[in-house]
């Protein structure tokens, strides 16, 4: 029984996982933080903890986290989030902040919009649909990390 014990703590140590509050997917954990906040604030918080807005690459993971959201927020006014897409940096070209392609996108009716001050990407709940944005404007947001595998345990 000890041998067991001893067996499953070593694999749990060695397997790797999100945080309890995130959604793993891949090689990636997803984390919704729920407070407004603007495009910019964002993009520097995910850096700052280690991650990047979310870069959204297929139908699977814009219903990921479209779902989560749907399931875990009941504020009317926080359902929707910001994306790492924006052409702030690169007028007129839409491109992830994390620097990976730009091949995909689920843009709503009459999107992007041209106007110039809609720079910024935000996901729609429940539809999923996505939206060209006033970087201003005050969003929740995804962060995005990579799934490490802790270290110091080889099995």
């Known amino acids: 029984m000890l041998l067991l014990l001893i067996f499953v703590s070593i694999f749990a140590l060695s397997s790797s ?5 995130s959604i793993q997917w891949n090689s990636k954990c997803y984390t919704l933080y729920t407070n407004n906040t603007q495009f910019v604030t964002a993009a520097y918080f995910c850096k700052n903890i280690g991650g990047d807005l979310v870069s959204i ?3 699977f993971v814009n219903s990921l986290l479209n779902d989560y959201v749907s399931n875990h927020v009941h504020d009317v006014f926080k359902l929707d989030f910001w994306t790492g897409a924006s052409k702030m940096f690169t007028p007129n070209t839409w491109t992830w902040l994390d620097g990976t392609p730009f091949d995909y996108n689920v843009w709503d009716v009459m999107e992007p919009r041209n106007a110039t001050w809609a720079n910024c990407t935000a996901v729609f709940v429940p539809s999923g649909k996505w939206s060209a944005l006033d970087c201003t ?3 929740p947001f995804f962060c995005q990390f990579p799934l490490v595998k802790p270290t110091g345990c080889n099995v």
């Open 57 to 59: 690459h297929d139908a």
């Open 17 to 21: 996982s999100c945080s309890s509050n």
């Open 137 to 139: 404007t005050k969003r």
